[in-house]
């Protein structure tokens, strides 16, 4: 079988796959890596979000041999090797931006990219827009746009998460 070769989460990964297996699958099954959810299989709910190279991308429509040779990032990449949570997963926690939790890890992910690639300014409208491929049947959304707007100013370092719920 042919082997899929990725760095995850600051790892060196060396897999092998089939033609068809996703890179979700990779992640979840031969990985373990299971922070990273399957929550349809119509590509709309977002729970399977990761990033590559940078980028937020839906991992249960990607294939495996697609990214081969990429730097993946998931949901249990992104807290420091102390503990430190990321930005975006503390303002979550601050603004109790989830429930029961199974849109998070997608919803975090999403949630960075948006904030990574709106350097000048994020208004709510953008942040519910940048959702639309993102689902949660829990909190209503308000709480995780409120999320969002927070660690917009901590992400590109224009104040606190504190100051920010001011
Ligand atoms: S699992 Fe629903 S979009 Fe990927
Ligand atoms: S917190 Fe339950 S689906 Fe979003």
Known sequence: MPQV????????????VEGRTLLVEVL?????????????D????????????????KSCTTLAWQVDGSTVTTIEGLAAADGTLHPMQEAFREYHALQCG???????MSAIDLVTTHPDGLTEQQI???????????????NIVKAIAAAWPVMHGR??????AE
């Open 28 to 40: 979840r099954d031969k990985l373990g890596l299971t922070g990273t959810h399957v929550g349809c």
């Open 102 to 108: 199974f849109c998070t890890p997608g919803m975090v």
């Open 5 to 16: 070769t990725l760095t995850v989460n600051g790892k060196a990964a060396s897999v092998e």
């Open 128 to 142: 519910r827009d940048g959702l639309e491929g993102n689902i949660c049947r829990c909190t209503g959304y308000h």
């Open 42 to 57: 119509t590509s709309q709910c977002g729970a399977c979000v990761v990033h590559v190279d940078g980028k937020a991308i």
């Open 159 to 164: 104040g606190t998460l504190a100051a920010a």
